[in-house]
């Protein structure tokens, strides 16, 4: 690693957008969920975004996602925002909240931090962390690699990106979320030996994966598992020709055990598709 220092030093802000503001129905039960619980869970750290309730859901959901530039995330900030002095995990992308909600309740000793863009996603965690009576979650809603690129060298000790979207199409397989720069921010931030756990269960994406991450000198690959991939990429309407590509050997991590096991994650595995687990370490 610290044959690597000078690389990590890179602490940009721009990044490409890998997602897609979609303004989704709210029904009433998550309304009520952001109501109660927005006040306790959501930091606002967003421009133009005080943390209104979903009575004014359009401004919830077109409101900027930028993270400000004066923005440090830092033990001093952690501090502030969960009273203490614990480990802070990061998931990126946390869908319905199920898996950060889960570890939340189960390790009262860590602080967690779920990152989402959807605003139904955002009152579902808020929905079932109220039920458990969480104190140690909080929720941003934010690009992810901009809140990442703010973070303080050594300031988180997991990153979880469980599932992140595709983009199956190959024109748009650069909007992938895991990207060298996302990398080079993610090493920053992680403390010594500290985690980045990935899933995914396109293939082709779990090659992506391993050209991103397996040569960018910054993290290490922890995998105790040889896979077999194709190694040329396929996107959607060719998928289907994979299994005739030549294939190669990659190494990948047993399934983390901190993970549930979510409807979306089940849906893959009755589709017949793999799940790929990698851990990367500082």
């Known amino acids: 690693m610290d044959t690597h220092n000078d690389s990590l030093e890179y602490k940009g802000r721009r990044s ?33 975004f005080e943390g209104h309730s979903l009575e004014s859901v359009e401004e919830a959901e077109h409101a900027s996602l930028e993270v400000p530039q ?23 992308g946390t869908g319905q909240g199920e898996n950060i909600v889960s570890a939340a309740t189960k390790h009262p000793d860590m ?37 990442l690129a703010s973070c303080e060298r050594g300031s988180v000790a997991e990153v979880w990106t469980f599932f992140p979207d595709p983009w199956p199409k190959m024109k748009h397989h650069k909007r992938r979320i ?4 996302f990398a080079r921010s993610i090493a920053f931030a992680l403390e010594p030996h500290g985690a980045w756990r990935i899933a995914t269960d396109i293939d082709d994406y779990a090659l992506h994966i391993h050209e991103v991450l397996d040569s960018c000198g910054f993290l290490h690959n922890d995998g105790n598992l040889a896979v077999q991939l ?53």
Request: aromatic share 10%; net charge neutral; proline share 4%.
């Open 16 to 48: 490409i957008v890998s997602y897609v503001r979609r303004s989704g129905h709210i029904d009433p039960r998550l309304m009520r969920a952001w109501d109660a619980y927005h006040d306790q869970f959501l930091i606002d750290m967003a421009p133009g």
């Open 70 to 92: 004066s923005f440090i995330l830092n033990r001093a900030f952690i501090h502030t925002i969960w009273g203490n002095s614990h480990p802070l995990i990061i998931e990126v």
């Open 111 to 147: 602080n967690f931090l779920a990152l989402e863009v959807y605003t139904a996603g955002l009152a579902h965690t808020m929905l079932m962390a109220g039920k458990q009576g969480l104190t140690n979650l909080r929720i941003a809603q934010v690009n992810a690699p901009e809140l």
């Open 178 to 181: 895991i990207q060298v720069d």
């Open 230 to 282: 194709p190694i040329e990429h396929v996107g959607k309407g060719t998928a289907t020709d994979a299994d005739k590509l030549p294939h190669g050997e990659f190494i990948e991590s047993s399934r983390f055990a901190g993970r549930v096991l979510t409807n979306f994650e089940q849906k893959g595995i009755k589709a017949g598709r793999i799940i790929h687990d990698f851990t990367y370490r500082a």
